[in-house]
């Protein structure tokens, strides 16, 4: 079975400028969650969507952050215009049960905000 | 929301020694208590998990213990070898409709051998 795939796997880019990542889940794995983790930290909720829907982004910096997941499958999430305090990893992760039960993690996104 | 707090942030230990990393947690709703592992360049990987009506569970060299009331739990690693070298975190998650997952801190285990 396939794992989290996730692309680009490091990204270097300047302050005020965008970046998207995208994430293709586990297949038939109806939630996906992005979280970030900066250096040091543990996972901190971005946003989780439940097939297209998002059931949870009130850790989401709207005025910069976007994330999508067309036809409930991949997802992209985008950064636009990108802080120094962006530098992270971004981890994409999925599951299959809806109430509780293992997340699956991709192996990140390395940002660096220059 | 939750906070989930975890101790110590490292730790190291001799192989062939036991370790063990401690987490409170601050909703009482919280009901299943998953472990992560995370080595170096990739994602967490569940490793042992816990629900609120179990108060130990056992996998081989690993070990959580829930305590309810207090609000804490426990992983236990037996026999440390060098590939248990890892960060781990604790988490919480209770189930209102979807799951909602809040990590703690991490802790970085070095085991020497």
């Known amino acids: 079975e396939a794992g989290v795939a996730q692309s680009p796997r490091y990204k270097i880019i300047e302050k005020r400028q965008s970046v998207a990542f995208w994430c293709n889940p586990i297949?038939?794995?109806?939630?996906l969650y992005w979280y970030q983790q900066i250096l040091g930290q543990g996972p901190k909720l971005l946003i989780q969507?439940?097939?297209?829907?998002?059931?949870?982004d009130s850790q989401l910096p709207k005025d910069r952050f976007s994330a999508e997941r067309l036809k409930g499958v991949d997802s992209t999430l985008k950064i636009q215009p990108a802080k120094l305090e962006d530098s992270a990893v971004y981890l994409c992760?999925?599951?299959?049960?809806?109430?509780?039960?293992?997340?699956?993690f991709g192996e990140g996104s390395r940002l660096t905000v220059l | 929301g939750e906070n989930v707090e975890q101790h110590p942030s490292t730790l190291s230990v001799q192989e062939g020694d036991s370790a063990v990393i401690k987490c409170t947690y601050s909703?009482?709703?919280?009901?299943?208590f998953p472990w992560y592992k995370q080595e170096l360049g990739k994602g967490p990987q569940l490793i042992i998990d816990?629900?609120?009506?179990?108060g130990e569970k056992k996998d081989q060299r690993i070990a959580v213990t829930l305590n309810k009331t207090a609000k804490h739990f426990s992983l236990h690693i037996t026999e440390t070898q060098p590939e248990d070298s890892a960060v781990y975190f604790c988490?919480?998650?209770?189930?209102?409709?979807?799951?909602?997952?809040?990590f703690g801190i991490g802790t970085k285990l070095q085991v020497i051998p």
């Open positions: 992760a999925s599951s299959l049960e809806v109430s509780t039960g293992e997340l699956f």
């Open positions: 297949s038939g794995h109806a939630t």
């Open positions: 969507f439940q097939n297209n829907g998002v059931v949870d």
């Open positions: 909703d009482s709703a919280s009901n299943y």
């Open positions: 816990i629900r609120s009506n179990v």
């Open positions: 988490a919480a998650s209770h189930s209102g409709g979807y799951q909602k997952v809040t």
